[in-house]
């Protein structure tokens, strides 16, 4: 009985935020002409199509059981259930001609999603179908799920040509100059890490349980995350051209993909292209532009150690991230590094309010109480800790490979948000984590000295 009101509580604000979530991928996907939805931008990712089907799929595979629909279209359900995690091994090798046609996935998608609601909407199968989905924990699964493929999307469509995208204003030069960088002393405390399983506090997936308390030393962190200004300043200094700065498996990796500079960044046309005489332009969503200096630079786990190395730093812990982010001098702890509110658009870059960053100084209302800027959206960060359980840590049972699949010492976690985040994924538990020789996402950085 508790659980059938649970779900007629739950239930409709819960279908609300699915029909948002789905509003949001479906507007993405208009942003692809038909003869692009089988390119595959990213060499280590699914061409286009995959994810068109995937996010039906991931919903029909998810709650299809327990509300009794059974199988949509079986062969369909099993080729689109899965992505692919880049990490060794070799690249994808499929041609477009193995993938159904657009109609078909589209007609996939329809039939999913019609199946799927009928059944959502009536609140006996809910409350029947078992204690994950009458307490919205399955349908929390599904929203966030597809709204984490709405960044991945914005990211893969980034990597496109401008000719492969339906044609959108052309981005305007940033011009604002960056900000000095300086150094926050933030005293010994301690970090909370997670969140208490069943405090009802929020929804969190099974890598956000459950509470770990670690005392952090003091230390002084970056203000702000590395712009593309303090970037230029490494690139300049021949930092991709020293294996020093580099860990042997890194070094190794940035000569076989001859990397020499940020993936974002591309060499103007009248200039070098590389080494210190090289000028810049930004690779932004919908055009390039002369390169903003006051924006986050965007690299891999392997080119931010290496910049640390160079600066003689190093990245934060994750639990020191948490301390600068959310302590306070007094010894508590904040929902949110500006405090307890909301999270708003004055609070920084997030909520899919931008296709590109902002200058890392332009959110002061989302500063921390120590006066750490820029910890929310603008790009994520990447912290030296490997991605791995909490004390306490129990997989979900309905998908148990969502976070353990990847404690494997080769992801590394990530914290804050891009411009493309959602605000329900800005809770202070919540844990991204990426490889360290992936340079397409949002993510940024910042240095820290103990």
């Given at each position: 009985m508790a659980a059938s009101r649970a779900?007629?509580?739950l239930q409709p604000s819960l279908l609300s935020r699915l029909e948002k979530a789905r509003a949001r991928t479906d507007s993405l996907f208009n942003l692809l002409p038909p003869n692009s939805f089988y390119d595959r931008p990213v060499p280590e990712r699914h061409r286009l199509i995959f994810y068109l089907g995937h996010l039906e799929a991931f919903d029909q595979n998810l709650l299809g059981g327990p509300l009794g629909t059974g199988p949509q279209d079986a062969a369909l359900d099993k080729l689109f259930a899965f992505g692919i995690d880049p990490v060794g091994g070799g690249l994808p090798t499929d041609?477009?001609?193995?993938?159904?046609?657009?109609?078909?996935?589209?007609?996939?998608?329809?039939?999913?999603?019609?199946?799927?609601?009928?059944?959502?909407?009536?609140?006996?199968?809910?409350?029947?179908?078992?204690?994950?989905?009458?307490?919205?924990?399955?349908?929390?699964?599904?929203?966030?799920?597809?709204?984490?493929h709405a960044e991945t999307l914005a990211y893969l469509f980034h990597n496109l040509p401008l000719d492969r995208k339906t044609p959108q204003p052309w981005p305007s030069a940033d011009p604002r100059p960056a900000p000095s960088q300086r150094q926050v002393v933030v005293p010994s405390g301690t970090a909370t890490l997670g969140q208490r399983?069943?405090?009802?506090?929020?929804?969190?997936?099974d890598n956000e349980f459950e509470t770990q308390k670690v005392f952090v030393p003091s230390f002084s962190i970056d203000a702000f995350p590395v712009t593309n200004r303090q970037y230029l300043e490494f690139v300049r200094a021949g930092g991709y051209d020293d294996s020093r700065y580099w860990t042997a498996e890194d070094w190794a990796w940035k000569i076989q993909q001859r990397l020499e500079h940020p993936h974002f960044w591309v060499p103007r046309s009248d200039s070098p292209a590389s080494g210190p005489d090289a000028q810049w332009e930004y690779r932004a969503m919908f055009g390039t532009i002369p390169l903003p200096e006051s924006w986050p630079v965007y690299v891999s786990y392997a080119e931010a150690s290496a910049f640390a190395r160079w600066a003689g730093k190093k990245l934060p812990t994750e639990a020191q991230w948490h301390r600068a982010a959310y302590?306070?001098?007094?010894?508590?702890?904040?929902?949110?590094?500006?405090?307890?509110?909301?999270?708003?658009?004055?609070?920084?870059?997030?909520?899919?309010?931008?296709?590109?960053?902002?200058?890392?100084?332009a959110h002061?209302?989302?500063a921390s109480a120590f006066g750490v800027l820029d910890l929310l959206g603008n790009g994520w960060e990447w912290t030296s800790t490997p991605f791995g359980p909490l004390n306490g840590f129990k997989p979900f049972p309905f998908y148990p490979g969502y976070s353990a699949d990847f404690f494997d010492g080769k992801h590394f976690v990530m914290k804050g948000g891009s411009a493309r985040t959602d605000a329900c994924m800005l809770r202070r538990s919540f844990r991204n984590w990426f490889q360290p020789h992936y340079p397409y996402a949002y993510s940024t950085f910042r240095c820290v000295e103990e």
């Open positions: 779900a007629i509580a041609a477009p001609e193995d993938w159904p046609n657009i109609a078909n996935v589209e007609k996939y998608k329809r039939d999913v999603r019609e199946r799927l609601d009928a059944k959502l909407r009536d609140r006996s199968t809910v409350g029947a179908s078992g204690p994950a989905l009458a307490d919205g924990k399955l349908l929390h699964v599904a929203i966030e799920h597809r709204l984490m399983n069943n405090s009802g506090e929020s929804f969190g997936w302590g306070t001098p007094e010894g508590g702890e904040r929902i949110y590094p500006w405090g307890d509110a909301p999270p708003e658009s004055h609070h920084g870059n997030f909520h899919h309010q931008r296709w590109d960053p902002t200058p890392v100084d002061a209302a989302g």
